[in-house]
């Protein structure tokens, strides 16, 4: 499903992002241009960022450090 319509970027995408070490909106924000445009896709941004934990440890367990919204807006 896509998440950030104006990069085009799916729900997939941010997981593996996740999974592979993004555990902030910045690092998600830099790595895939999610939330670069208009914006609207940070709430769901940030809700597969707490879903999945943020981080390489998120299909453990492990909670998140560094995991929340960026301060930086588009
Ligand atoms: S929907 Fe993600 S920046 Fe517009």
Request: hydrophobic content about 30%; charged content about 20%; overall charge positive.
């Amino acid at each position: 499903m896509y998440v950030c319509l104006c990069q085009g970027i799916t729900d997939r995408q941010i997981r593996e992002a996740i999974c592979s070490g993004c555990s902030s909106m910045c690092e998600l924000r830099s790595r895939l241009k999610v939330c670069s445009d208009c914006g609207k896709c940070a709430g769901a941004v940030e809700a597969l960022l707490a879903e999945c934990g943020g981080g390489p440890g998120a299909a453990h367990g492990r909670p998140a450090e560094g995991a929340g919204p960026c301060s930086v807006r588009p």
